[in-house]
């Protein structure tokens, strides 16, 4: 009966010492969280997506309570919550533009044609590590939904063979992007029609051997296009966003139907 007591004793004096000590390490090496940074990590959209270039909410949160980061920081939440939080900030940023996926690859099912039956692990990085190309294109989409599987938001399917995105469903989170192992996703403006549909940096007549709608470099689109948007590097037509007056006419002209209008 001693031994029990002792024990009981023994374990609620070395409670007592341990809860002490956790309160007078607490007190020593407390840090006051600024209000605000608690304001604005409520009203984030929580996604935790990475795509304002921090590890977090909490973590663009603090970046934007230091002054490290604008009111604008997270490009998801868009306009609504810019505004509250120049509200709690004080300040007057603009909301930054609303960017959403596309798929640099129109080489369905219909356009280009099996050269390899995998049955390996359904996963776009394994078949890329295994260089076992479905497709003609080495270049192509692999169609295997990795992308579809990352987005939080299930703005991304795979339809005839291809990774296609629902725009109006799309946050611009850019995980897609980097879960891409043939970097055929990149973000574009909320909105743009005319965009290039292709990553096939081989010469024109290596092109159509393997898809009938790859880009073969024949510059009719830099031609027709007014604003100088367009420019051809390594065989590839390429579009800046931020000079396309998103007019059409590259895609008019364009033969192979690369450049699309979505």
Same mark, same amino acid.
């Given at each position: ?139 192509? @989409?692999?169609?295997? &939904?990795? $992308? *579809?599987?990352? /987005? #939080?938001?299930?703005? !991304? %399917? ?85 000079? @396309?007056?998103?007019? &059409?006419? $590259? *895609?008019?002209? /364009? #033969?192979?139907?690369? !450049? %699309?209008?979505?």
């Amino acid at each position: 009966m001693n031994a029990i007591l002792i024990a009981a004793i023994v374990l609620a004096a070395v409670g007592i010492v341990v809860g002490i000590g956790l309160v007078f390490i607490g007190t020593k090496f407390h840090v006051d969280v600024d209000p605000r940074e608690t304001a604005v990590r409520e009203v984030l959209p929580g996604n935790n997506c990475g795509a304002c270039g921090y590890a977090g909410c909490d973590a663009v949160a603090s970046a934007i309570v230091v002054g490290d980061a604008p009111a604008s920081a997270c490009p998801v939440g868009g306009a609504a919550v810019t505004d509250k939080i120049n509200e709690i900030m004080g300040t007057h940023a603009e909301a930054a533009a609303r960017r959403v996926a596309s798929i640099r690859c129109n080489g369905t099912c219909e356009h280009t044609s099996t050269k390899n039956n995998y049955v390996g692990i359904r996963d776009c990085r394994a078949v890329a590590l295994s260089a076992l190309y479905p497709r003609d294109c080495d270049y192509g @989409c692999l169609g295997l &939904g990795s $992308c *579809a599987a990352a /987005c #939080p938001h299930g703005a !991304i %399917s795979i339809q005839d063979g291809i990774a296609v995105v629902d725009q109006e469903v799309c946050i611009g989170c850019g995980i897609c992007v980097k879960e891409c192992p043939k970097q055929l996703i990149e973000l574009v403006p909320y909105g743009q029609k005319t965009v290039v549909r292709c990553s096939n940096k081989d010469k024109g007549k290596d092109v159509k051997m393997v898809c009938e709608v790859g880009c073969i470099g024949c510059r009719l689109c830099t031609k027709q296009c007014e604003s100088g948007a367009i420019t051809v590097t390594d065989n590839l037509a390429h579009i800046d966003y931020t000079l @396309c007056e998103d007019c &059409g006419k $590259c *895609a008019e002209k /364009c #033969p192979q139907k690369t !450049i %699309s209008l979505l």
